[in-house]
């Protein structure tokens, strides 16, 4: 028999609900700690039912996708990535809209952009003074060279001039879907943050326009090139092929950046860590300019230290604090039953440092993941849930982990960092998580 969802006195809900959407993390916490791992929140047309238990998550995962909407009246995603994008679809849309891309992220092709993202990485390290010491926002130079790597990586050189564009046209999107819900409400209107974040989109999307004119009048028939294979697909229309290009760049690099900011702060911090990673990417990766064209996966599978490292940032911050779906039906979860219409927010955050599972969730210990019992291990792994999980998993999740192993590997193999001694900041963002004020390190070159 199941129960209703237990939830704080209706008088706490207003202001616990401008607090989530402002500042999610502590909320999110007192909730766990003081309602359980599946909690209710909202009433009327808002309510929401938050999901943080490891098993709880797991089994959301296991569910048919029928039994949840993605593209649901509280999507604010849709403003920015397209209503026909495959992150904002649902049924049968969803599935070939998620195929006609899902080639681009074969093993194979992931292997063969090894040698692409070392060089990138190598040409942002290249842009700091080779003499003296500088402050540096290192968020901003990750999120310069993650861009770069997305765009190569998807389209070739069909798109490669437009990265910085793209880049400068992402910038407002993102500052919106930061701002408190209340604020992303709907309009019409050609006005405010949301008109101009419409804008933008209309300017990204010209360019895309440019670029499928250019493939179709010169195709270089490049299997690599994700906007040719998308152009000659006659079952996707030019509407769809603006929005998953959309995604696959916003998406593809803006979490990722985040992601490798947390790095930087956590491995910052731990002069130990950033001395091991430096000693195993030089003995794995070796000088600059040794040649990178034979790297595969054996070569990501022996920078372990750095895989670690990506692991448990990823567990303590993962990109996304709650990922939002609709339930369809009611549903049961954790002996508790959501209805249908209900938002239900499922969180890696809450996943990722449940007392139940790690020892000691809030230290980074990368080595925790070393001599596990197999049962620690099974517990582990159902409880790391940063790119989700079911069919509707993150479908850029093996890119981003082998992009974060093999860009925080290379930085500190060739560069000394000095954080300031204000310490790892707060969290910014529901949406994407990132640090407050980004990563403002002293930084030298060391080779």
């Not at 995962?61 to 039994?67: G, H, K, S």
């Amino acid at each position: 028999m199941t129960s209703a969802l237990p939830h704080p006195p209706v008088r706490e809900q207003p202001k616990l609900l401008m607090a989530l959407f402002r500042n999610p993390q502590p909320v999110l916490d007192r909730l766990r700690t003081e309602y359980g791992p599946v909690v209710g929140l909202g009433f009327g047309p808002a309510k929401m039912a938050i999901v943080g238990g490891p098993e709880e998550v797991r089994s959301l995962f296991t569910r048919p996708v029928e039994d949840f909407r993605w593209n649901h009246k509280f999507n604010a995603l849709a403003v920015v990535v397209g209503s026909e994008s495959m992150i904002t679809s649902d049924g049968d849309d969803w599935a070939r809209r998620r195929a006609s891309v899902q080639s681009a992220f074969s093993r194979r092709r992931l292997n063969g952009w090894i040698p692409m993202i070392v060089e990138q990485a190598d040409a942002a390290i290249d842009a700091v003074p080779a003499e003296g010491t500088h402050e540096i926002d290192l968020y901003r130079m990750g999120r310069s060279a993650i861009l770069e790597i997305v765009v190569r990586a998807f389209f070739g050189e069909s798109m490669t001039d437009n990265a910085t564009r793209f880049g400068e046209l992402m910038q407002r999107p993102q500052d919106y879907l930061e701002l408190p819900a209340w604020k992303q409400l709907p309009h019409p209107f050609p006005i405010g943050k949301r008109g101009r974040v419409k804008a933008d989109r209309r300017t990204f999307d010209d360019l895309v326009r440019h670029a499928i004119v250019s493939v179709r009048t010169n195709p270089s028939d490049d299997p690599a090139d994700v906007l040719e294979v998308l152009v000659n697909d006659d079952s996707v229309s030019e509407r769809e092929i603006l929005d998953q290009v959309n995604t696959l760049v916003g998406a593809g690099f803006d979490t990722t950046a985040a992601s490798l900011a947390w790095m930087l702060w956590c491995c910052g911090l731990a002069p130990d860590i950033w001395g091991a990673l430096r000693a195993e990417a030089d003995d794995v990766l070796g000088e600059r300019g040794r040649d990178l064209d034979v790297a595969d996966h054996h070569t990501l599978s022996r920078l372990e230290v750095a895989g670690r490292v990506v692991r448990e940032t990823l567990r303590l911050h993962p990109a996304g604090v709650v990922s939002p779906r609709e339930a369809a039906r009611d549903i049961e979860v954790g002996g508790h039953t959501i209805t249908k219409g209900t938002l239900v927010l499922w969180s890696a955050h809450l996943c990722g440092r449940d007392p139940g599972v790690w020892n000691d969730p809030l230290h980074f210990d990368p080595d925790r993941f070393l001599d596990m019992t197999e049962d620690q291990r099974a517990a582990s792994d159902a409880a790391w849930v940063p790119f989700g999980g079911g069919r509707r998993n993150c479908i850029g999740f093996a890119l981003a982990q082998m992009e974060l192993t093999l860009l925080i590997a290379r930085l500190a193999q060739r560069l000394d960092v000095t954080p300031p001694a204000t310490g790892k900041p707060g969290p910014v963002g529901m949406v994407v998580n990132r640090p407050r004020g980004g990563v403002p390190f002293q930084v030298t070159r060391r080779i």
